[in-house]
């Protein structure tokens, strides 16, 4: 078993790299490995957990770490099943310092029992880009065909397209690979920014590895077997297709996956139109929810992609299939929430459209989707002129109201502004320039013209200009002020917690998960994972304690350089304002302090958003205060 971390150091502006090995119980995976090393090289870590390959069903998640362009602080992204091929490697993590002197593809491979081949080699990514399918799925097929012949079994790709050239929210992008091809299975590492990183830091378009050395991985599945049915009286793989499944099918909606579940559920929460439909009456919401997503959007998916059993895994044997999909198109809610409904699109022709073309180019698609959505609304209301974002003809005005709309063709044109205000973003056409990030944008056009434009922007901020769109649920703990935002490092119930409560939920929340992406375990097996890990760290390697330790001081450490910001827009305090109220007058909930905040906001909004958001933090900082390392 693991006894080390074998790390592999790349510097990227020379190819010279080394082996260092880390002691297996100073550090547990790449997340407390990878805050180490960005701290100490500024670099970009890219690793597997110590589980990676076994049989433990969810622990092939490839973990992204470093110090976020977007965001700011450190931050930490994953993408499915990407560690599987990432430990033929026989290495625990990639770590990358120092920049190409043009954009290269990193060349990693090894072959038996020999070294880790590591290259750098220089490519035209521009005209890459533009050839074929254009942006990341043209760099992953124009690396396989140049690479894949050197490689004894499929190898994996990880690609960066133009977004992360001309934003700071590009994200990396990947996709199974199997007998010589790349499916259409992508898998994403998008919150962070961490395509912009690995492009603009360290002059990286694609990374592709793999190899054949083969190390060992837990595999005794009787082993496995007992532990689950003392603690749930079944075996693992009985507990994990249990646990598993909104992401494959739910009878109780009739649709699965993220997409048709959270849909299928979401009713008078769900948020459309740029947020504005948190000022909406809840009749009008439901009747949004219903006439154009359970009887048009969620209808489609279901008959195109549920029924039909469209569905596959993210490149390792699991029992989710989580990943549904129509045609080359895969269905996610987060990507097709921030580039539908929010944008003013309820049509799959329409979302298919927008969402592909923001993967294309290499988006975060939800903060694309944020983006697009914020800049419609001012384009809806005459705050932007359609010539100063690049966008001209017809279709410079969004239809963004729900008032006669038509699900097909307004979203159809909703959608094609959406792809030209991408293209905008990607050309930086007129003013539209996001290589400094959307807030300050926002604060600059604010500056110039008025404090609405930004007061339409929904957005957490971080220190001075960093930013994220938040997740696309209709709460507060998706506005907190924790350390890491955009992921679920947060409480994003749709209960009423009071804020300090709040605080300290979203603290342990952290915690949790942080157990997650630490040994490279994807969240959507969590309803047993948090609770058998420290038991199955115990039985494999007899130090639970220290490695609960090791969490507690992790997440101290990140929230120690928590620059988070109060709430600079005023849709954003409406967000908390409007679901407080929601909670009284729509759930009927009667709690007296959940009375007394929307009190408070109604007279004095300002003032209680600073409360809120204050003692949210107090709730954070007393969880993880860091008295004692």
Known sequence: MTTHLKTLMVDASSAFYRIERFALGDFWGPVDLGLHLSRKYNSLNIGAGIWAGSIIPGASRLIFTGFSPCWGGFYISSMGGAALIFDNLGINLLSVVGKAAAPSVLYLNRTHGEDIHVEMHPINVGEVWSNGRRGVYSLMDFVLDRFGDQYENDPRILAVGPAAAATDFGAVCSAPIRKGEVTIIDTWAGRGGFGTKLFRDHGIAAIIYGGTFVDEDFRDRNVADQWFIEKYQMKLAAKDLESTTKYRFDPKFDTGGTFGVNFASLGGAMLSFNYTSIYMDESERREIHQKFVLDHYLAQFNDETIRPKKQKTCGEPCAAVCKKYHDIYKKDYEPYQALGPLCGVFDQRAAERLTHHADMYGFDAISAGGVIAWLMECLSRDLIRPEELGVHGPKNHPVFSPNNFDAVSDSLHNAELGVSLLDA??????????????????????????????????????????????????????????????????????????????????????????????????????????????????????????????????????????????????????????FLKRKHTVDGINDPELIRWVHFFETDKQEAAFSFWYDIHKGIQETLKDCYR
Not at 472 to 484: C, E, K, L, N
Request: charged letters at 25%; a positive charge.
């Open 425 to 578: 973003m990607i050309e930086k056409r007129g003013i539209l320039d996001l290589s400094e990030g959307a807030r300050k944008f926002g604060r600059h056009l604010a500056r110039k013209k008025g404090r609405q434009i930004l007061d339409s922007f929904v957005y957490i901020g971080f220190g001075r200009n960093r930013w994220m769109v938040p997740n696309q649920y209709w709460t507060p703990g998706v506005m907190s002020p924790m350390a890491i935002m955009g992921k679920y490092y947060m409480y994003y119930g749709q209960d009423f917690l009071p804020p300090r409560e709040l605080g300290r939920q979203c603290a342990r929340r952290l915690q949790a998960e942080l157990i997650m992406d630490n040994l490279g375990m994807c969240r959507f097996h969590r309803a047993w994972a948090e609770e058998m890990i420290p038991e199955i760290i115990e039985t494999l390697h007899g130090d639970r304690k220290r490695f609960s330790t090791c969490i507690q001081t992790t997440a101290e450490r990140i929230s120690s350089r928590n620059a988070g910001v109060f709430w600079e827009s005023e849709r954003s305090m409406d967000l908390v304002a409007c």
